[in-house]
Nanobody, 122 residues
Framework: QVQLAESGGGSVQAGGSLRLSCAASGFTYRSYCTAWFRQAPGKEREGVARINGYGATSYADTVKGRFTISRDNAKNTLYLQMNMLKPEDTGMYYC????????????????WGQGTQVTVSS
């Protein structure tokens, strides 16, 4: 049974940093695409960063240069390092996984964590 559990969210001021973690069980990250999505109140869920089975990464333009996705295969844990945070980064952050290849549409991901809240104040 695939399970994902996010942690590391919190409240920070603009310009600050947070590192999110997503612990997985029931599958191994290195064989699948895993991604971070976020959702602000009243907005659609959007892709932030993703890493495919080969370890190739992609980022949304809004976070490129500020966020870094990585994974520790030994710990079966996915990370999202978020630097230079902005108020518009505020939202619930989710990790999700699917097959080997990655897509940006959240509807392509069958497995989700419960989310962790990130709040950035100006």
């Amino acid at each position: 049974q695939v399970q994902l559990a996010e942690s590391g969210g919190g409240s920070v001021q603009a310009g600050g940093s947070l590192r999110l973690s997503c612990a997985a069980s029931g599958f191994t990250y290195r064989s699948y695409c895993t991604a971070w999505f976020r959702q602000a109140p009243g907005k659609e869920r959007e892709g932030v960063a993703r890493i495919n089975g080969y370890g190739a990464t992609s980022y949304a333009d809004t976070v490129k240069g500020r966020f870094t996705i990585s994974r520790d295969n030994a710990k079966n844990t996915l990370y999202l390092q978020m630097n230079m945070l902005k108020p518009e980064d505020t939202g619930m952050y989710y990790c999700a996984t699917r097959g080997f290849d990655c897509y940006w549409d959240h509807k392509d991901y069958p497995y989700w964590g419960q989310g962790t809240q990130v709040t950035v104040s100006s």
